[in-house]
T-cell receptor
């Protein structure tokens, strides 16, 4: 299985809602990532988890809360979002930073989030 | 991480080779050059990477100049399905797993 899955594919939420995005991989990867991508822009790194521990937070607002319950699963909890948070949220995974040059990231298809 | 610069857009005739340039003049000795592409509204897809030597796989070839200040991704026989945004990334191993995407090149393959 060389796939990263993300659910849901689409999500519409109000500014007072709490929702979660889910990402799953079964490739034995130990690094997982969240990216945010606005229309016609490149993906922007948000968070990096390495061995289930948060290793990088790119100054993301606290209304985005990541969670890595185990090595296969990555969640992004959303609360009190703003309309400008509407974007494609991409999850990715890779072996780990010690793997050497074979460390390409595998991306999921993304969750299209709309905040009303 | 080194900044990469790429042309905003390019066209290529179907069946011809698509040559996508990337400038990374500030690249350091331990930074790899990675290429990804993103077909509309899908997740980015890994294509190829290299450090110093030219590389080839089933999807593409990567030509890196001797001074490593630039590289070219070559799709040998472009098809309509190769229409996508192509990202060149300079990536330091061992220093964290973060990719910083540049603005990318939007490649349109024309029938």
């Amino acid at each position: 299985d060389t796939e990263v899955t993300q659910t849901p594919k689409h999500l519409v939420m109000g500014m007072t809602n709490k929702k979660s995005l889910k990402c799953e991989q079964h490739m034995g990867h130990r690094a997982m990532y969240w990216y945010k991508q606005k229309a016609k822009k490149p993906p922007e790194l948000m968070f990096v988890y390495s061995y289930e521990k948060l290793s990088i937070n790119e100054s993301v607002p606290s209304r985005f809360s990541p969670e890595c319950p185990n090595s296969s699963l990555l969640n992004l909890h959303l609360h009190a979002l703003q309309p400008e948070d509407s974007a494609l949220y991409l999850c990715a995974s890779s072996f780990d930073r010690q793997r050497g040059s074979y460390n390409e990231q595998f991306f999921g298809p993304g969750t299209r989030l709309t905040v009303l | 991480d080194a900044k990469t610069t790429q042309p905003t857009s390019m066209d290529c005739a179907e069946g011809r080779a698509a040559n996508l340039p990337c400038n990374h003049s500030t690249i350091s000795g331990n930074e790899y050059v990675y290429w990804y592409r993103q077909i509309h509204s899908q997740g980015p897809q890994y294509i190829i990477h290299g450090l110093k030597n030219n590389e080839t796989n089933e999807m593409a070839s990567l030509i890196i100049t001797e001074d490593r200040k630039s590289s070219t991704l070559i799709l040998p026989h472009a098809t309509l399905r190769d229409t996508a945004v192509y990202y060149c990334i300079a990536y330091v191993l061992w220093a964290g797993n973060q990719f910083y995407f540049g603005t990318g090149t939007s490649l349109t393959v024309i029938p």
